[in-house]
């Protein structure tokens, strides 16, 4: 059984107890009251918040959010940042910044650059301008962009136009050769042979030729003066006098140096033979007719003179008969012409 615990030793227990429950409440009241002289203790002061609205360095990013939520676009010619550095120099940052507040309201950014190859295209504000650049000059295009996005965000700020595009050199070009005159007379030195039944007929003199008409078709007319030719027929020598002459159309062409032409008509001659191995002398006068084609090249000048040559062939059918006394008919003239002339033309506006 265990022993009773006297009543003093119990008592004397509580007091302990008590006073120590005392004590501690105490202690917890001054804490929290403070210093015993009545002195209020003063709170650390909070460090100054930086102000959220520091003006960005040059360069950096504008307020209210960064330069690339600001400035994007897949460009790499002119790059985003190329274009905000530019853009720096035009516009003065603070301005800059209030601009681009006022308008950072949209989705997506306010301003953004596409490089499509030869040409590129700027999005600022809502309005849209593509520009060419030919050379692909990065910083050229940086300073285009630049004045355009300044114009679409400030238009106050900056009221100058972008400057122009440059230019593409353009292929050099001949010049335009002069108006064709309305007429031409021409003048050259000309020889004709005349091949036929009996020896061929050389004939050299003047040939003398007008044309008319501005376009590609003219009417063309001529003659020459030819020495008279000695030939052979049957085994007869004689002389032969030829005046030809023609009428046709001239197809002609422009050139910057040579202009080709060509002719198309009919052709008519006066012949006249003597006989120079008979004892009579006797002789005779015929007219032919023939079909004549000619082509020719002139050389382009800038006055009224220009050089030329020319050939030309005329077909006769049915060639006159070559008659002579006693010995009556003795062949016929020739049955193809062919013909040469070198000169000059003069031009008559």
């Given amino acids: 059984m265990r022993e009773a615990v006297p009543a003093d030793a119990r008592l004397a227990i509580a007091l302990c107890g008590w006073a120590i429950l005392v004590i501690l409440t105490s202690a917890t009241a001054l804490a929290s009251e403070g210093p015993s002289d009545g002195t209020a203790t003063t709170p650390a002061p909070a460090p100054a918040a930086s102000s959220a609205a520091e003006t960005p360095e040059p360069g950096g990013s504008p307020p209210g959010g960064d330069r690339d939520s600001m400035f994007g676009g897949p ?140 376009g590609r078709l003219a009417l063309v007319a001529g003659t020459a003066a030819l020495a008279p030719s000695d030939f052979t027929v049957s085994g007869v020598r004689l002389r032969q006098w030829r005046l030809p002459v023609d009428v046709g159309l001239r197809a002609q062409l422009g050139g910057q140096r040579l202009q080709p032409f060509a002719e198309l008509g009919l052709g008519l001659a006066l012949l006249s033979e003597r006989s120079l191995s008979l004892a009579n002398p006797s002789g005779g006068t015929s007219l032919e007719i023939g079909a004549r084609a000619g082509a020719g090249l002139r050389l382009a000048t800038r006055g009224r003179l220009a050089p030329f040559i020319a050939i030309d062939g005329e077909l006769v059918p049915s060639p006159p008969q070559v008659f002579a006394l006693p010995r009556g008919v003795l062949g016929r003239t020739p049955l193809l012409w062919l013909g040469a002339a070198i000169g000059a033309s003069l031009g008559f506006p």
């Fill in 75 to 214: 460009s790499l010619c002119p790059r985003p940042d190329a274009v905000w550095a530019e853009l720096g120099t035009l516009v003065p940052r603070d301005r800059l910044d209030a601009r681009l507040r006022a308008v950072t309201g949209a989705r997506g950014p306010v301003v953004q650059i596409f490089d499509l190859g030869v040409p590129y295209r700027i999005v600022a504000a809502g309005r849209v301008r593509e520009y060419r650049d030919e050379t692909r000059d990065c910083a050229y295009r940086a300073r285009i962009a630049a004045v355009f996005v300044a114009l679409a965000i400030d238009p106050a700020e900056l009221s100058i136009e972008p400057p122009p595009q440059p230019r593409t050199p353009t292929p050099a070009t001949l010049p335009i050769p002069p108006a064709r005159p309305a007429a031409r007379l021409e003048l050259a030195a000309a020889g004709q042979l005349g091949i036929g039944s009996g020896d061929v007929s050389a004939m050299g003199g003047l040939a003398l030729r007008a044309a008319f008409g501005r």
